[in-house]
Protein backbone atom coordinates (compact mmCIF):
# COMPACT_ATOMS: atom_id res chain seq x y z
CA UNK A 1 0.00 0.00 0.00
CA UNK A 2 1.39 3.52 -1.08
CA UNK A 3 0.53 6.35 0.98
CA UNK A 4 1.38 10.12 1.15
CA UNK A 5 0.25 13.55 0.64
CA UNK A 6 -1.38 14.98 -2.52
CA UNK A 7 1.32 15.16 -5.33
CA UNK A 8 4.40 13.51 -4.48
CA UNK A 9 4.06 10.26 -7.46
CA UNK A 10 2.10 7.71 -5.38
CA UNK A 11 -0.10 6.99 -8.59
CA UNK A 12 3.23 7.09 -11.00
CA UNK A 13 5.03 4.99 -8.41
CA UNK A 14 2.36 2.12 -8.28
CA UNK A 15 2.58 1.55 -12.24
CA UNK A 16 6.35 1.49 -11.89
CA UNK A 17 6.25 -1.22 -9.50
CA UNK A 18 3.74 -3.01 -11.46
CA UNK A 19 5.95 -3.41 -14.06
CA UNK A 20 9.21 -3.93 -12.08
CA UNK A 21 7.38 -6.96 -10.64
CA UNK A 22 6.15 -7.93 -13.81
CA UNK A 23 9.47 -7.67 -15.09
CA UNK A 24 10.68 -10.42 -11.59
CA UNK A 25 7.75 -12.72 -13.41
CA UNK A 26 5.54 -12.00 -10.31
CA UNK A 27 1.76 -12.03 -11.08
CA UNK A 28 -0.17 -8.05 -10.31
CA UNK A 29 -3.05 -6.48 -9.90
CA UNK A 30 -3.33 -3.21 -8.70
CA UNK A 31 -6.18 -1.88 -6.28
CA UNK A 32 -7.71 1.59 -7.37
CA UNK A 33 -8.21 2.41 -4.24
CA UNK A 34 -7.87 6.43 -4.68
CA UNK A 35 -11.72 6.82 -5.50
CA UNK A 36 -11.25 11.02 -4.83
CA UNK A 37 -9.20 12.53 -6.90
CA UNK A 38 -11.04 12.71 -10.49
CA UNK A 39 -9.54 11.02 -12.75
CA UNK A 40 -7.12 8.75 -10.52
CA UNK A 41 -8.46 5.85 -11.58
CA UNK A 42 -7.87 6.36 -15.50
CA UNK A 43 -4.27 7.38 -14.69
CA UNK A 44 -3.93 4.11 -13.39
CA UNK A 45 -5.60 2.20 -16.16
CA UNK A 46 -2.51 3.64 -18.32
CA UNK A 47 -0.08 2.34 -15.95
CA UNK A 48 -1.61 -0.79 -15.71
CA UNK A 49 -1.43 -0.87 -19.89
CA UNK A 50 1.68 -0.15 -19.70
CA UNK A 51 2.84 -2.64 -17.07
CA UNK A 52 0.61 -5.42 -18.70
CA UNK A 53 -1.38 -5.31 -15.67
CA UNK A 54 -5.15 -5.63 -14.37
CA UNK A 55 -6.88 -2.63 -12.33
CA UNK A 56 -9.52 -3.03 -9.95
CA UNK A 57 -11.49 0.19 -9.78
CA UNK A 58 -14.74 1.58 -8.62
CA UNK A 59 -16.73 4.70 -9.50
CA UNK A 60 -15.40 8.12 -8.10
CA UNK A 61 -16.11 8.37 -4.57
CA UNK A 62 -16.39 5.10 -3.96
CA UNK A 63 -15.51 3.57 -0.57
CA UNK A 64 -11.59 2.96 -1.17
CA UNK A 65 -11.69 0.03 1.88
CA UNK A 66 -14.33 -1.97 -0.31
CA UNK A 67 -12.03 -1.24 -3.83
CA UNK A 68 -9.26 -3.35 -1.99
CA UNK A 69 -11.64 -6.19 -0.97
CA UNK A 70 -12.59 -6.78 -4.38
CA UNK A 71 -9.03 -6.51 -5.70
CA UNK A 72 -7.92 -8.87 -2.85
CA UNK A 73 -10.78 -11.32 -3.95
CA UNK A 74 -10.38 -11.13 -7.60
CA UNK A 75 -6.62 -11.53 -6.80
CA UNK A 76 -7.62 -15.22 -4.87
CA UNK A 77 -9.47 -16.14 -7.74
CA UNK A 78 -7.30 -15.33 -10.55
CA UNK A 79 -3.88 -16.45 -8.31
CA UNK A 80 -2.17 -13.44 -8.34
CA UNK A 81 0.72 -13.11 -5.94
CA UNK A 82 1.44 -9.41 -5.79
CA UNK A 83 -1.75 -6.61 -4.66
CA UNK A 84 -0.23 -3.06 -5.29
CA UNK A 85 -3.02 -0.25 -3.52
CA UNK A 86 -2.87 3.48 -4.44
CA UNK A 87 -4.50 5.76 -1.91
CA UNK A 88 -5.60 9.02 -2.74
CA UNK A 89 -3.37 11.85 -1.20
CA UNK A 90 -3.66 13.32 2.26
CA UNK A 91 -2.67 15.51 4.63
CA UNK A 92 -1.31 14.30 7.32
CA UNK A 93 -3.53 16.40 10.26
CA UNK A 94 -6.82 15.16 8.71
CA UNK A 95 -7.76 12.51 10.53
CA UNK A 96 -10.83 11.22 9.12
CA UNK A 97 -8.31 10.57 5.91
CA UNK A 98 -6.44 8.70 7.96
CA UNK A 99 -8.61 6.98 9.76
CA UNK A 100 -9.44 5.94 5.37
CA UNK A 101 -5.52 4.62 5.57
CA UNK A 102 -6.59 2.22 8.53
CA UNK A 103 -9.65 0.78 7.91
CA UNK A 104 -7.77 -0.25 4.31
CA UNK A 105 -5.13 -2.08 6.79
CA UNK A 106 -7.84 -3.74 8.58
CA UNK A 107 -9.67 -4.93 5.15
CA UNK A 108 -5.96 -6.26 4.41
CA UNK A 109 -5.00 -7.77 7.43
CA UNK A 110 -8.33 -9.59 7.50
CA UNK A 111 -8.69 -11.03 4.16
CA UNK A 112 -5.16 -11.72 3.55
CA UNK A 113 -3.80 -12.33 7.16
CA UNK A 114 -0.72 -14.46 6.22
CA UNK A 115 0.80 -11.69 3.75
CA UNK A 116 3.48 -9.72 3.73
CA UNK A 117 1.52 -7.08 3.82
CA UNK A 118 4.10 -3.35 3.05
CA UNK A 119 2.86 0.14 3.77
CA UNK A 120 5.19 2.50 2.31
CA UNK A 121 4.89 6.22 2.20
CA UNK A 122 5.54 8.47 -0.82
CA UNK A 123 7.86 11.71 -0.41
CA UNK A 124 8.23 13.64 -2.78
CA UNK A 125 12.61 14.83 -2.48
CA UNK A 126 12.22 18.31 -3.62
CA UNK A 127 10.04 18.87 -0.32
CA UNK A 128 12.96 19.14 1.75
CA UNK A 129 12.32 19.12 5.65
CA UNK A 130 8.73 18.99 5.20
CA UNK A 131 8.79 15.50 3.89
CA UNK A 132 10.48 14.82 7.32
CA UNK A 133 7.61 15.97 9.46
CA UNK A 134 5.22 14.13 6.57
CA UNK A 135 7.33 10.69 7.80
CA UNK A 136 6.68 11.43 11.28
CA UNK A 137 3.54 12.12 11.19
CA UNK A 138 2.17 9.00 9.27
CA UNK A 139 4.34 6.90 11.04
CA UNK A 140 2.10 7.61 14.13
CA UNK A 141 -1.43 6.65 12.40
CA UNK A 142 0.07 3.64 10.26
CA UNK A 143 2.83 1.42 10.88
CA UNK A 144 5.25 2.39 7.88
CA UNK A 145 7.58 0.10 6.70
CA UNK A 146 9.94 2.37 4.76
CA UNK A 147 9.91 5.14 2.31
CA UNK A 148 9.37 5.54 -2.00
CA UNK A 149 11.15 8.63 -2.37
CA UNK A 150 10.03 10.44 -5.77
CA UNK A 151 11.84 12.57 -7.89
CA UNK A 152 15.24 12.66 -7.24
CA UNK A 153 16.23 13.59 -9.98
CA UNK A 154 14.65 16.79 -9.66
CA UNK A 155 16.63 17.75 -6.61
CA UNK A 156 20.56 18.54 -6.75
CA UNK A 157 21.30 16.42 -3.72
CA UNK A 158 18.20 14.64 -2.25
CA UNK A 159 19.54 14.92 1.38
CA UNK A 160 16.57 14.50 2.87
CA UNK A 161 17.33 10.97 2.38
CA UNK A 162 19.68 11.80 5.64
CA UNK A 163 17.00 13.41 7.31
CA UNK A 164 14.71 11.00 7.23
CA UNK A 165 17.04 8.01 7.83
CA UNK A 166 18.28 9.66 11.03
CA UNK A 167 15.45 10.95 12.38
CA UNK A 168 12.70 8.36 11.87
CA UNK A 169 14.75 5.55 11.14
CA UNK A 170 12.52 4.80 8.08
CA UNK A 171 14.43 2.81 5.11
CA UNK A 172 14.07 4.14 1.77
CA UNK A 173 13.19 1.21 -0.35
CA UNK A 174 13.09 2.64 -3.48
CA UNK A 175 13.55 6.18 -5.28
CA UNK A 176 12.15 7.71 -8.64
CA UNK A 177 15.03 8.82 -10.59
CA UNK A 178 13.17 9.86 -13.74
CA UNK A 179 9.45 9.22 -15.59
CA UNK A 180 9.74 6.38 -17.85
CA UNK A 181 8.44 3.10 -16.50
CA UNK A 182 11.76 1.84 -15.37
CA UNK A 183 12.64 5.07 -13.67
CA UNK A 184 11.81 3.06 -9.94
CA UNK A 185 15.29 1.77 -8.27
CA UNK A 186 16.21 0.06 -5.20
CA UNK A 187 17.78 2.38 -2.86
CA UNK A 188 21.40 1.49 -2.51
CA UNK A 189 22.86 3.66 0.44
CA UNK A 190 26.30 3.15 -0.72
CA UNK A 191 25.63 4.32 -4.08
CA UNK A 192 23.58 7.11 -2.93
CA UNK A 193 26.40 8.34 -0.55
CA UNK A 194 29.37 8.04 -3.31
CA UNK A 195 26.79 10.38 -5.26
CA UNK A 196 26.61 12.94 -2.59
CA UNK A 197 30.46 13.04 -2.10
Request: proline content about 2%.
Amino acid sequence: MLSGVNGVGKTTAIGKLAHMFKEQGRSVVIAAADTFRAAASEQLEIWGQRAGVRVIRHSEGADPAAVVFDAISSAKAKGNDVILIDTAGRLHNKKNLMAELQKICRVVDRELPDADFRKYLVLDATTGQNAVSQAQIFSEDIETDGIILTKLDGTAKGGVVLAISHDIELPVVYVGVGEKIDDLIPFDATDFVNALL
